[in-house]
Nanobody, 122 residues
């Protein structure tokens, strides 16, 4: 079973940037759609961004549209999330997973990793 490991989180000031990585222990090409989720304390895990196998189609939550960019490098078995213009409300643990279904009906296919903490604070 392919394991996914998130990294790249940290503490950043509002307006700053971070680039998250999701490294797979095996080929991610077999995964159709992959996605980033986040979970803040006391809130449900929410879908933030998704990307198709070839990277030609991406979708974003309204809250991050225009600020976050999802990408993947199948040759390196890695997916990324470039986060710009970060806001305090982006503070959360970020997770990656493979999904199926539409945006509203997405079902995760892999096991959750430990995630990577992103804290946006001055």
């Amino acid at each position: 079973q392919v394991q996914l490991v998130e990294s790249g989180g940290g503490l950043v000031q509002p307006g700053g940037s971070l680039r998250l990585s999701c490294a797979a222990s095996g080929s991610i090409f077999s995964f159709g759609v992959m996605a980033w989720y986040r979970q803040s304390p006391g809130k449900q895990r929410e879908l933030v961004a998704s990307i198709t196998r070839g990277g030609t189609r991406t979708n974003y939550a309204d809250s991050v549209k225009g600020r976050f960019t999802i990408s993947r490098d199948n040759a390196k078995n890695t997916m990324y999330l470039q986060m710009n213009s970060l806001k305090p409300e982006d503070t959360a643990v970020y997770y990656c997973n493979a999904i199926k279904g539409g945006w509203e009906t997405a079902v995760t296919l892999g096991t959750w990793g430990q995630g990577t903490q992103v804290t946006v604070s001055s």
